[in-house]
């Protein structure tokens, strides 16, 4: 059901004069003939609606009826309401359960992946230590031995990387500028 006085913009306990000043004032705003393609034929069906509710408005026992539905059905739509707050917790609980699931079970497969070589070992390795810190907050009395290796691993990697370019002639030059001695 269409709310006519959300429509025309006024207050439900609006006079009949508030009805036709803000009638007035939207059908200038909306006159077809100030709009071009789509914008013009959204301004007929704005303008029809704002027609609509200003007939049904304006005449007392018409607004008597509308009113008296349009209590119904807020009525109605405040007890539906209340029933999905009730429900709400169990079914937000389901689903961060069943992400949960999802989530356990990406991992287990993707440990269960295999390593394609030492370099791809090293990535899986890296890859679950990340995956764990993400899900706990980083405390410096936290670190455990697979930090270490990571970091360890992360160095070695960078110096291998580093040695690699240096007896490349086009990037020989960088590498050294990189070094401060």
Do not use: C, H
């Amino acid at each position: 059901m269409k709310n006519y006085y959300e429509i025309l913009e006024v207050n439900p306990k609006a006079s009949n004069e508030i009805i036709e000043n803000a009638y007035k004032i939207l059908e200038k705003k909306y006159q077809p003939d100030k709009y071009v393609g789509e914008e013009r034929i959204e301004a007929e069906n704005k303008l029809r609606d704002i027609s609509e509710a200003y007939k049904i408005l304006t005449d007392s026992f018409l607004r008597e009826q509308y009113n008296a539905e349009l209590e119904k059905e807020q009525a109605s739509a405040r007890k539906s309401y209340i029933k999905p707050e009730v429900e709400r917790p169990k079914k937000q609980r389901e689903v961060r359960q069943k992400i949960k699931r999802e989530v356990i079970q990406e991992e287990i497969e993707e440990e269960q992946m295999p390593a394609i070589g030492s370099f791809g070992a090293i990535v899986n390795i890296l890859k679950n230590l990340f995956r764990k810190r993400n899900r706990e907050k980083f405390n410096i009395k936290n670190i455990q031995r697979e930090d270490y290796i990571a970091a360890g691993l992360t160095a070695v990697i960078i110096i291998v990387l580093g040695i690699v370019l240096w007896f490349i002639p086009a990037t020989n030059g960088f590498i050294r500028s990189l070094i401060p001695f």
